[in-house]
């Protein structure tokens, strides 16, 4: 089955097609949501649901991401990228003993320095922060955490391909422990007719600070499929036209192939983006 799709690409992708215009800038805007560093203002709203967790695996946890990525031109050939991350939590009571909380969760705001003009290389570098703005002590850690984070990807034909990362460590707060995490994204995106296209995204965290070695690294393996599609109608106003908005849409399951203990075994992610271009 994976043959048959896989030549089905190919021959799809290898022959002539004409492409309009508004096709190709539409074609355009689909990848433009697949790079982290885009100049494009967008607000995703990422809904993971994480089955099978706590000691008995018998849990779900729900985490929407609600990040708003917002590029500001620095110079002519320098964009800073702005991309703030509010998790909203529902966390059930894993354990007996153990409370359950429904709130935000500390804020996670990331700055890329990123060049206007790229090349077949795109990049970008920058701080990250994690600020204690969780509404219960169960929702998050309790300390302002920092450190460096970094993105780079190619567009290779229909295809984008690219990681981001980055390594926190706590630097103060009221809660207890220590914070060394890092988070590994990397992305493979394969684009299809109609503005359809495959993803794999999964979100990999290592806790360097973990109790006990197993706890360390949560690793998700799988992927999914997206769409862009514009909602509304073309609407007419003072003699110009509003153009339908742009939504991008994608859906994605993952296995955790290496997780913590009572870690979720694996997660389904839904995420709608509402788009902004120029």
Same mark, same amino acid.
């Given at each position: 089955?994976?043959?048959?799709?896989?030549?089905?690409?190919?021959?799809?992708?290898?022959?002539?097609?004409?492409?309009?215009?508004?096709?190709?800038?539409?074609?355009?805007?689909?990848?433009?949501?697949?790079?982290?560093?885009?100049?494009?203002?967008?607000?995703?709203?990422?809904?993971?649901?994480?089955?099978?967790?706590?000691?008995?695996?018998?849990?779900?946890?729900? =985490?929407?991401?609600?990040?708003?990525?917002?590029?500001? @031109?620095?110079?002519?050939?320098?964009?800073?990228?702005?991309?703030?991350?509010?998790?909203?939590?529902? =966390?059930?009571? =894993?354990?007996?003993?153990?409370?359950?909380?429904?709130?935000?969760?500390?804020?996670?705001?990331?700055?890329?320095?990123?060049?206007?003009?790229?090349?077949?290389?795109?990049?970008? +570098?920058?701080?990250?922060?994690?600020?204690?703005? +969780?509404?219960?002590?169960?929702?998050?850690?309790?300390?302002?955490?920092?450190?460096?984070?970094?993105?780079?990807?190619?567009?290779?034909?229909?295809?984008? &391909?690219?990681?981001?990362?980055?390594?926190?460590?706590?630097?103060?707060?009221?809660?207890?422990?220590?914070?060394?995490?890092?988070?590994?994204?990397?992305? &493979?995106?394969?684009?299809?007719?109609?503005?359809?296209?495959? &993803?794999?995204?999964?979100?990999?965290?290592?806790?360097?600070?973990?109790?006990?070695?197993?706890?360390?690294?949560?690793?998700?393996?799988?992927?999914?499929?997206?769409?862009?599609?514009?909602?509304?109608?073309?609407?007419?106003?003072?003699? @110009?036209?509003?153009?339908?908005?742009?939504?991008?849409?994608?859906?994605?399951?993952?296995?955790?192939?290496?997780?913590?203990?009572?870690?979720?075994?694996?997660?389904?992610?839904?995420?709608?983006?509402?788009?902004?271009?120029?």
């Amino acid at each position: 089955m994976l043959l048959f799709l896989l030549t089905a690409l190919s021959t799809q992708a290898a022959e002539p097609q004409k492409t309009s215009p508004q096709e190709a800038s539409e074609e355009q805007l689909v990848k433009q949501t697949q790079n982290p560093v885009a100049d494009l203002i967008s607000v995703p709203f990422q809904n993971n649901f994480n089955f099978e967790a706590g000691p008995k695996h018998n849990h779900q946890i729900y =985490l929407l991401n609600i990040q708003p990525v917002i590029p500001i @031109h620095i110079t002519e050939n320098w964009n800073l990228i702005a991309r703030i991350i509010q998790p909203v939590i529902n =966390l059930p009571s =894993l354990a007996p003993g153990i409370g359950s909380a429904t709130g935000l969760g500390d804020m996670n705001p990331t700055f890329f320095l990123s060049p206007a003009k790229s090349g077949e290389l795109i990049w970008g +570098a920058g701080p990250t922060f994690t600020l204690p703005t +969780a509404t219960d002590k169960l929702l998050g850690n309790g300390k302002f955490s920092l450190g460096p984070a970094a993105v780079a990807l190619t567009m290779q034909g229909h295809w984008v &391909v690219g990681v981001l990362m980055n390594n926190q460590w706590s630097v103060a707060g009221w809660g207890s422990g220590h914070v060394n995490e890092m988070l590994i994204q990397p992305f &493979v995106n394969y684009n299809l007719p109609d503005h359809w296209y495959l &993803v794999s995204a999964p979100i990999m965290t290592a806790n360097w600070a973990a109790a006990k070695g197993g706890d360390v690294w949560t690793a998700p393996l799988g992927g999914g499929i997206g769409k862009l599609f514009r909602l509304g109608e073309i609407l007419p106003l003072e003699g @110009h036209e509003i153009a339908k908005l742009p939504i991008n849409t994608q859906i994605q399951a993952f296995g955790n192939i290496a997780r913590p203990e009572d870690g979720a075994k694996w997660q389904l992610r839904f995420q709608f983006q509402f788009l902004f271009p120029k």
